[in-house]
């Protein structure tokens, strides 16, 4: 993982909301994802204007854990990364 | 049935009957706009079929013949809305609340539905509903009951049944018709506040877990279809329907314990 990129959700992608998350249609690859509210929360936050180094410190503020979730983020941003809905 | 309206000319009075007894009659709101007539006339030792004066097929006998017309008047209606997502479900209502009970084939759909008309709900379609902008519209055809499902509806069981309404689609299954049980029918577009997911089980009772929106939404993707719009317009519709509803998974091995649950559900949201 490289923390000191700042990813980017990628054009074109249709974002549905529902309460508990995303269900977002991929129509380059023709696939469909099913992100629940965390992921959701960090598909959000891929900008291009917040550094990867960031986001776990954010997002334990936004749940208020008690420790920074680096593990999860990291494994969470690269399935994003994988999936091709972040670059 | 929907948008389309049908007349069936036939020189055979049976086979007249064995339609009669698959074509559903429920009272809908739309209008229909387009018009079909459709023919099976003898012809050598089969039926000759026609559309709108045009050959569509030969079948060997009445009963094969009453089937394929019976089909084609379904693709006829469904190509009359392409607009709308399909999903395979059944849908009632009960206190002015509407459920969509969703699954895959053979999961007890139908036999839910039947169930549920002798318990108080208005009971809309068994297989198949229509979606489009968060709205549900059930989609006329008439509930096929499986043989061996009849047995677990005492009330339908007790009753005498005209050899003609054992004319499903699948080979030897009922075709039920609500109105001449007694009960409304009625297809309409409306809202819906509960989607279920039934899964089976093979415990002797019935679970009721609730469901994240968004896992509910990929069960239902594997059982619906797209619309002439294309995917995104498919997603947004099951989104749209998920996320307006309550959403649980059904797991049941009782048809008993199911219908208890979901009367205890509905009271418990009403309240």
Same mark, same amino acid.
């Given at each position: 993982?490289?923390?000191?990129?700042?990813?980017?959700?990628?054009?074109?992608?249709?974002?549905?909301e529902?309460a508990?998350?995303?269900?977002v249609?991929?129509?380059?690859?023709?696939?469909?994802?099913?992100?629940?509210?965390?992921?959701?929360?960090?598909?959000?936050?891929?900008?291009?204007?917040?550094k990867?180094?960031?986001?776990?410190?954010?997002?334990?503020?936004?749940?208020?854990?008690?420790?920074?979730?680096?593990?999860?983020?990291e494994?969470?941003?690269?399935?994003?990364?994988?999936?091709?809905l972040?670059? | 049935m929907?948008?389309?309206?049908?007349?069936?000319?036939?020189?055979?009075?049976e086979?007249?009957?064995?339609?009669?007894?698959?074509?559903?009659?429920?009272?809908?709101?739309?209008?229909?706009?387009?018009? #079909?007539?459709?023919?099976?006339?003898?012809d050598?030792?089969? #039926?000759?079929?026609?559309?709108?004066?045009?050959p569509?097929?030969?079948?060997?006998?009445?009963?094969?013949?009453?089937?394929?017309?019976?089909?084609r008047?379904q693709?006829?209606?469904?190509?009359?809305?392409?607009?709308?997502?399909?999903?395979?479900a059944g849908c009632?209502?009960?206190?002015?609340?509407?459920?969509?009970?969703?699954?895959?084939?053979?999961?007890?759909?139908?036999?839910?539905?039947?169930?549920?008309?002798?318990?108080?709900?208005?009971?809309?379609?068994?297989?198949?509903v229509?979606?489009?902008?968060?709205?549900?519209?059930?989609?006329?055809?008439?509930?096929?009951?499986?043989?061996?499902?009849?047995a677990?509806?005492?009330?339908?069981?007790?009753?005498?049944?005209?050899?003609?309404?054992?004319?499903?689609w699948?080979?030897?299954?009922?075709a039920?018709?609500p109105?001449?049980?007694?009960?409304?029918?009625?297809i309409e577009?409306?809202p819906?506040?509960?989607?279920?997911?039934?899964?089976?089980d093979?415990?002797?009772?019935?679970?009721?877990?609730?469901?994240?929106?968004?896992?509910?939404?990929?069960?239902?993707?594997?059982?619906?279809?797209?619309?002439?719009?294309?995917?995104?317009?498919?997603?947004?519709?099951?989104?749209a329907?998920?996320?307006?509803?309550?959403?649980?998974v059904?797991?049941?091995?009782?048809?008993?314990?199911?219908?208890?649950?979901?009367?205890?559900v509905?009271?418990?949201?009403?309240?």
């Amino acid at each position: 993982m490289n923390w000191e990129a700042y990813p980017r959700c990628v054009a074109g992608i249709q974002v549905n909301e529902v309460a508990d998350g995303y269900v977002v249609y991929d129509p380059h690859r023709e696939r469909i994802h099913y992100l629940n509210h965390t992921a959701a929360v960090l598909l959000e936050l891929c900008t291009g204007a917040v550094k990867a180094g960031d986001l776990p410190a954010i997002l334990q503020t936004a749940y208020d854990l008690s420790e920074v979730p680096v593990t999860e983020v990291e494994a969470c941003l690269q399935k994003l990364f994988d999936e091709g809905l972040v670059s | 049935m929907l948008a389309c309206e049908f007349e069936v000319i036939s020189d055979c009075a049976e086979l007249l009957r064995r339609l009669d007894h698959m074509v559903p009659r429920p009272a809908q709101p739309i209008l229909p706009g387009r018009q #079909y007539q459709l023919a099976a006339c003898r012809d050598g030792g089969g #039926y000759r079929l026609e559309e709108n004066g045009r050959p569509i097929g030969r079948e060997r006998d009445q009963a094969a013949a009453a089937r394929t017309l019976f089909w084609r008047m379904q693709v006829l209606a469904l190509e009359a809305v392409p607009e709308f997502s399909r999903i395979h479900a059944g849908c009632a209502s009960r206190n002015g609340r509407r459920i969509v009970a969703a699954g895959p084939a053979r999961s007890g759909k139908s036999t839910l539905m039947a169930r549920l008309l002798f318990e108080g709900f208005d009971v809309h379609c068994d297989d198949l509903v229509l979606l489009r902008r968060g709205q549900a519209l059930p989609y006329p055809r008439r509930f096929f009951i499986r043989p061996e499902a009849v047995a677990l509806i005492p009330q339908l069981a007790a009753r005498s049944i005209d050899p003609f309404e054992w004319g499903g689609w699948d080979p030897g299954s009922l075709a039920l018709d609500p109105l001449v049980l007694g009960f409304p029918w009625r297809i309409e577009s409306g809202p819906v506040d509960i989607v279920l997911f039934l899964e089976r089980d093979t415990c002797d009772t019935a679970r009721l877990e609730a469901s994240p929106k968004h896992a509910m939404a990929e069960r239902l993707m594997f059982q619906s279809t797209s619309p002439a719009g294309g995917p995104g317009d498919w997603v947004r519709d099951v989104c749209a329907l998920v996320d307006r509803a309550d959403c649980y998974v059904l797991r049941s091995g009782s048809l008993g314990a199911s219908v208890s649950l979901l009367k205890e559900v509905l009271e418990s949201e009403s309240a």
